[in-house]
T-cell receptor, first 113, second 112 residues
Framework: DAMVIQNPRYQVTQFGKPVTLSCSQT?????MYWYQQKSSQAPKLLFH???????NEADTPDNFQSRRPNTSFCFLDIRSPGLGDAAMYLC????????????FGPGTRLTVL | TQLLEQSPQFLSIQEGENLTVYCNSS?????LQWYRQEPGEGPVLLVT?????EVKKLKRLTFQFGDARKDSSLHITAAQPGDTGLYLC????????????FGAGTRLFVKA
């Protein structure tokens, strides 16, 4: 089945220790998104790639970076995680632009010790 | 500012009851999606509505998009414990480039 896959499902890191979260998709969609979701809140868009074009949200901290080496894969790098970065990180894809329906992966739960 | 307001924020009901949750905005959306999210999982798409006044049915779930495309409702008939979860609505609108905006969700708990 075509899907959005996130690895790992659970990630524990130490304060200030860089961490990378992975997302892959078999949908062959053009757009890939990264969201941060804290408890009882809506997903908050961090950035997205339209093909190779990177689009950063204005309020996304510089601590968060992303890479998309090819159509299928997209990575979220947190350079120096703080306690406030503990959250669920969701990857999503859509075939076309941001107005198109988005399909989500299962998420990665990040814990910062 | 929350552009998509979902109500109620929390709902706890008995199995077999009917319920309606709402997604409201003062903005017009080109399309609107409903997702269900279970604890520790990503949101799963339930439906996309695009036409004002559109009604879609998915088994016991009925989705309606407002005539003006500013609001939507989700009605569940004869709720089951398996319906428990966070129901998110998301709307796409043109803000100098299209963007999808999420509501904060309605957390539903169906007791057996």
């Amino acid at each position: 089945d075509a899907m959005v896959i996130q690895n790992p499902r659970y990630q524990v890191t130490q304060f200030g220790k860089p961490v990378t979260l992975s997302c892959s998709q078999t949908l062959n969609h053009n757009v890939m998104y990264w969201y941060q979701q804290k408890s009882s809140q809506a997903p908050k868009l961090l950035f997205h790639y339209y093909d190779k074009d990177f689009n950063n949200e204005a309020d996304t901290p510089d601590n968060f970076q992303s890479r998309r080496p090819n159509t299928s894969f997209c990575f979220l790098d947190i350079r120096s995680p703080g306690l406030g970065d503990a959250a669920m990180y969701l990857c999503a894809t859509s075939r076309w632009g941001s107005a198109d329906t988005q399909y989500f992966g299962p998420g990665t739960r990040l814990t910062v010790l | 500012t929350q552009l998509l307001e979902q109500s109620p924020q929390f709902l706890s009901i008995q199995e077999g009851e009917n319920l309606t949750v709402y997604c409201n905005s003062s903005s017009v959306f080109s399309s609107l999606q409903w997702y269900r999210q279970e604890p520790g999982e990503g949101p799963v798409l339930l439906v996309t509505v695009v036409t004002g006044g559109e009604v879609k049915k998915l088994k016991r779930l009925t989705f309606q998009f407002g005539d003006a495309r500013k609001d939507s409702s989700l009605h569940i008939t004869a709720a089951q414990p398996g319906d428990t979860g966070l129901y998110l609505c998301a709307g796409a609108r043109n803000t100098g480039g299209f963007k999808t905006i999420f509501g904060a969700g309605t957390r539903l708990f169906v007791k057996a």
